[in-house]
């Protein structure tokens, strides 16, 4: 029985790490649309000549992710 709860414990540790690893790696700069008010990952092709600033800027200045970027969970 504590051998299970060990693993358990264990296992859930590693899938937390991983989470927290996983959300690390979303990029730090996206592009903003001021007309729109939307925001876009790089590899969005609505994301061509667009203004360049920090997700958390967006986010503090009322852009929401576009359709396409929602979908890769901005």
Do not use: W
């Not at 051998?3 to 899938?15: A, D, N, P, T, Y």
């Not at 959300?23 to 061509?48: D, G, L, R, S």
């Not at 000549?49 to 576009?66: D, F, H, M, R, V």
Request: glycine share 2%; with cysteine; proline share 3%.
């Amino acid at each position: 029985m504590i051998k299970i709860i060990l693993i358990v414990s264990i296992l859930s540790f590693i899938l937390i790490l991983f989470k927290k690893k996983r959300n690390q790696a979303k990029p730090n700069f996206i592009f903003v649309n001021k007309k729109t008010k939307k925001y876009h990952q790089e590899e969005c092709p609505y994301a061509k000549n667009l203004e360049t600033i920090t997700l958390q800027e967006a986010i503090k200045n009322g852009y929401t992710s576009c359709k396409i970027c929602e979908k890769n969970k901005i």
